[in-house]
């Protein structure tokens, strides 16, 4: 019987965070990244995550 996969085995530890009082502009037009999710730190605390797809429908929503 093999050994049954571990989340280690699949988790990202170089971990691109935000934080909650981060522009959306400013975070778009930075951020060259792979990832689908950023978690959203305030003072070391998850407080939540954001997709890339949010980020994208809130910069076009704020685009006018």
Sequence with gaps: MSARPRIKAYMCRDL???TPEIEIRDESSRRQS????F?????GRLVGQI???DLLK???GNWQ
């Design 58 to 60: 809130a910069l076009a």
């Design 39 to 43: 978690p959203v730190m305030s003072e």
């Design 34 to 37: 792979h990832f689908r999710r």
């Design 16 to 18: 691109v965070t935000l």
């Design 51 to 53: 997709s890339r797809s």
